[in-house]
Nanobody, 122 residues
Framework: QVQLVESGGGLVQAGGSLRLSCAAS????????MGWFRQAPGKEREFVAA????????SYADSVKGRFTISRDNAANTVFLQMNSLKPEDTAVYYC???????????????WGQGTQVTVSS
């Protein structure tokens, strides 16, 4: 069992930045690849970014490539999502999750946090 707690969401103007954090507890954090997903009202949850166990491999959705950066600190059991040049369409609840590998396939993620709201105003 892994417990995940996201933080760092909030209200920001378009063009601004936010840094999300996801703190893990329970089983060994470094055993898992980690991912960020988001869900806007009325839409399905979608992949944002993922990072390998060591942090050496990352993957991004096309919609955030070049603006968002995923990273992790295994000593601190934390994964981050740095979000720059935010757009109103980035508004959503952001979730972190654990997986066996770097993938956009939501079905492979088996532990989820409660989410943190990100709102980008125009």
């Amino acid at each position: 069992q892994v417990q995940l707690v996201e933080s760092g969401g909030g209200l920001v103007q378009a063009g601004g930045s936010l840094r999300l954090s996801c703190a893990a507890s329970g089983r060994t954090f470094s055993n898992y690849a980690m991912g960020w997903f988001r869900q806007a009202p009325g839409k399905e949850r979608e992949f944002v970014a993922a990072i390998s166990r060591s942090g050496g491999i990352t993957s991004y959705a096309d919609s955030v490539k070049g603006r968002f950066t995923i990273s992790r600190d295994n000593a601190a059991n934390t994964v981050f999502l740095q979000m720059n040049s935010l757009k109103p369409e980035d508004t959503a609840v952001y979730y972190c999750a654990c997986s066996g590998g770097v993938t956009a396939n939501i079905r492979t993620y088996n532990y989820w946090g409660q989410g943190t709201q990100v709102t980008v105003s125009s």
